[in-house]
């Protein structure tokens, strides 16, 4: 089992920025961000395979960039032009093999959760 532990969650503005972090026990092949806002579905935000291929939901492209360091065994959710729509609680995810996509259960590991919160 991987543990994963998130932070970096807070409130912004609207067209803010924020920094989500998730530090992993091991490196797994795919890892990613989920959230869930209050009275919506899970939602897959990015995905990040060990190859580097990247997934994004067409909600967050352009505005969100996934990326990671593996010698930290972190993963990182840079969040830029937020929205009030990104309100939500942030998961990170871990897998240990393909496919990698972002579907909620195709993951096992899942951490806390961190919140994030752009008022209107």
């Known amino acids: 089992q991987v543990q994963l532990v998130e932070s970096g969650g807070g409130s912004a503005q609207d067209g803010g920025s924020l920094r989500l972090s998730c530090v992993a026990s091991v490196t797994t092949y795919c890892m990613a961000w989920f959230r869930q806002a209050p009275g919506k579905e899970f939602e897959g935000v990015a995905t990040?395979?060990?190859?580097?291929?990247?997934n994004y939901a067409d909600s967050v492209k352009g505005r969100f960039t996934i990326s990671k360091d593996n010698a930290k065994r972190s993963l990182y959710l840079q969040m830029n032009s937020l929205k009030p729509e990104d309100t939500a609680l942030y998961y990170c995810a871990a897998r240990g093999q393909k496919p990698c996509r972002p579907i909620e259960s195709d993951f096992l590991d899942w951490g806390q959760g961190t919140q994030v919160t752009v008022p209107s």
């Open positions: 990040l395979e060990s190859s580097n291929i990247i």
